[in-house]
Nanobody, 113 residues
Framework: QVQLVESGGGLVQAGGSLRLSCAASGRSGFTYFMRWFRQAPGKEREFVAS????????YYADSVKGRFTISRDNAKKTVWLQMNSLKPEDAAVYYC??????WGQGTQVTVSS
């Protein structure tokens, strides 16, 4: 059974950077279509970024385009979300999602102004 574990969240000042990781466990390969979502208190979970199995096709929400970068290493079974120029409105719990697998437990990102 595949499990996803996010890490890398924390407290950062506005304008700073964080790099989130999503690591998959289990014997299966790692060719899933992967997405990052986030959920702020009192708000619905929203799409942040996605990446296809090869890493060659990526999509971003308009709110993060140009600041966030999604990438992956299938041999390491890991997807990353590099977040630069963070804003207070980026604060949320960030979740990774793998197609046909499900969700990780989330990692908290807090951005101080």
């Amino acid at each position: 059974q595949v499990q996803l574990v996010e890490s890398g969240g924390g407290l950062v000042q506005a304008g700073g950077s964080l790099r989130l990781s999503c690591a998959a466990s289990g014997r299966s390969g790692f060719t899933y279509f992967m997405r990052w979502f986030r959920q702020a208190p009192g708000k619905e979970r929203e799409f942040v970024a996605s990446i296809d199995w090869s890493g060659g096709i990526t999509y971003y929400a308009d709110s993060v385009k140009g600041r966030f970068t999604i990438s992956r290493d299938n041999a390491k079974k890991t997807v990353w979300l590099q977040m630069n120029s963070l804003k207070p409105e980026d604060a949320a719990v960030y979740y990774c999602h793998a197609e046909n697998v499900g969700w990780g437990q989330g990692t908290q990102v807090t951005v101080s102004s």
